[in-house]
Every structure is written in C-alpha cells, then in structure tokens.
C-alpha cells in the first residue's frame, strides 16, 4: 500500500434523498457536501447532470490543492441504502480508475452487533453506532438519532456494542403522506417550529368574543398539520429515550445522545434533552472508521 500521508480518501454516505461526500485528512472528516439526487421541484436529476455535477466537485477540490489529480491514488469509501444510486457512483467512478471500498455488511465493521439477525440491519445505523463510539465517554450508553428520510434511533451499550433500536417516519414522509393519501390537506415540507422560528404560520388573533388562552392550538391546515406532525415526532423520540433509559436503568449523566441527519438541528431544538449534540458527519465518520479497518485487513 502506498504511504498514509499520500492517500486520499473520500467517504460517501448514500441516502434516499441524497449523497454526502466526505474528505478525510488524518484521523477525521474535515469537509463535507451534499448532494441531493433530485431538483427542488422533484424530479430526479439525469445521470449525465449528477455526473457532471460530482466531476466538478473534484475539479473544485483539486483546484483548491485538497486533493490529488491523480485520481489512482484516490480512496472512496462508500456505504448506500440506495443501490440504484450507488451503482451509478460506482460505475462512474471506475471510470476515473479510483479505488473502491463498498461497505455493505456487518462483518467488514469493527463492531459487536448483539442482535438475532445482524444482516437485516441497515449498513447506515450501523456505522453510526461505529461513531457513536469515537464520541461516547467511557462506560456509558449511547444513543444515535439520524434524521432523515426515515428517523433512525440506535443504540450501543456500555461496552461498545451495537444492541438494536427503532426506526420511525422522517419529516418528509409524513408531510408528504397526509397530502398523497388524501383529497385536500396540502403538503407541508416546511417544519420549522412556529412558536420559535416562523411567526408568520401563527395564528392571527381572532377578532371575536373568545377569551385568550396563553395557549392557543393551530386553527388553520397547514399550520396544524406541521404542529401536528413536530409533536408526533418530539413526542415519538422522548418516549423512546425514555423507555430506553428505564429498560436499562440508566442512570442521569451515563448517557451520550448524539443526532445527526439533515433535520438533525430541528430534533435537538424539539425534543428535551439537555445534553443531546448534533454531529453533522457521525455517518461519515463512521464510514471513515470502517474504511480504515478494511485497509488494514
């Protein structure tokens, strides 16, 4: 193998709605973006468009002196809930002559996965629980929460060992559902907290005899289907936590509670734990780690 200081390694973390590349540099993830696979208004975006659009991105780096132009001494470490997508990145880049490493099953991670069929479980929850580990302190739980498409709830036990979790509804299926499977509700894609950020989807005060309330439930739709939905998913992940928590009996300050995804900002500000971290780039960070523990072999 070449020399550690002159490898360069990219991580892709391949979701249902997007791609994220990472650059690696020593032993973390300096740089991310994100790369949707659709346009705004929906449709997906042609192979030759998100071809294109990945070949710049690499000219970018290299013009910024961040990676190589020699693209055989490139390392992309990939991991994909979407295989169609994959497949595509993966073609294209052996067509660059890079060097591929597709991680795709528990066995390739440096992970104990105590559950009944660890194949069922989804690459992407593990890898954050392989993260969860670099962030989790010493001899405490740990919790990872990835919101995205699908919200995923994981858990890793004191000994550093992946023991199950949950999977739920992500804010965009739930928006766009009550509006697919129903004649009128529209389609709500915007889920910032009204009562905290967006006082334009409040209430107006009613100009009748009513008396006023300090507490006033959303009257109209669109507003009352995103409170509606912020509650269920707040509500959701809390009693999990809770549950969690009590199941294990852990105590107050063992657990670790980390949340990734890309409405990762939006469930630390709704749910109520105080010690809960965003973490951007846990998935990448995970895929980093197992990357590395492959070349090793």
Not at 16 to 24: D, F, S, V
Not at 188 to 194: A, H, R, T
Not at 219 to 227: E, K, M, P, V
Not at 281 to 286: A, C, F, H, I
Request: charged share 20%; proline share 5%.
């Amino acid at each position: 193998m070449e020399n550690e200081a002159n490898i360069f390694e990219i991580v892709v973390d391949i979701g249902n709605t997007r791609m994220k590349w990472g650059l690696c540099q020593a032993n973390s993830v300096i740089l991310d973006i994100s790369i949707p696979h659709h346009n705004e208004d929906g449709p997906q975006l042609l192979q030759k468009h998100q071809e294109q659009l990945w070949q710049t991105i690499l000219d970018q780096w290299q013009q910024e002196k961040k990676i190589t132009s020699n693209y055989s001494s490139l390392y992309w470490n990939i991991a994909s809930v979407h295989p169609g997508h994959c497949d595509q990145l993966i073609d294209w880049l052996h067509s660059l002559g890079a060097n591929i490493i597709v991680i795709d099953s528990y066995t390739q991670l440096p992970l104990k996965v105590r559950v009944e069929k660890p194949e069922s479980v989804g690459i992407d929850r593990l890898l954050n629980a392989l993260a969860m580990n670099r962030f989790r302190r010493e001899n405490h739980f740990g919790i990872a929460v990835d919101a995205g498409t699908a919200i995923t709830i994981d858990i890793v036990n004191r000994a550093g060992e992946f023991i199950g979790g949950y999977i739920l509804p992500g804010l965009p299926l739930l928006g766009r559902s009550l509006h697919d499977y129903t004649a009128k509700l529209p389609w709500v894609k915007d889920f910032s907290d009204p009562e905290l950020t967006d006082s334009n989807l409040l209430e107006k005060p009613r100009k009748d005899s009513l008396p006023s309330f300090s507490f006033n439930p959303p009257g109209a739709t669109r507003t009352a289907i995103q409170r509606g939905i912020i509650a269920l998913i707040s509500g959701g992940i809390n009693k999990i936590v809770q549950d969690i928590q009590t199941g294990f009996q852990i105590q107050s300050g063992e657990l670790d509670l980390l949340i990734t995804g890309g409405d990762a900002n939006k469930i630390q500000q709704w749910c109520s734990w105080n010690s809960a971290v965003v973490v951007p780039q846990l998935t990448l960070e995970g895929i980093r780690i197992a990357g590395k523990h492959m070349q090793r072999g």
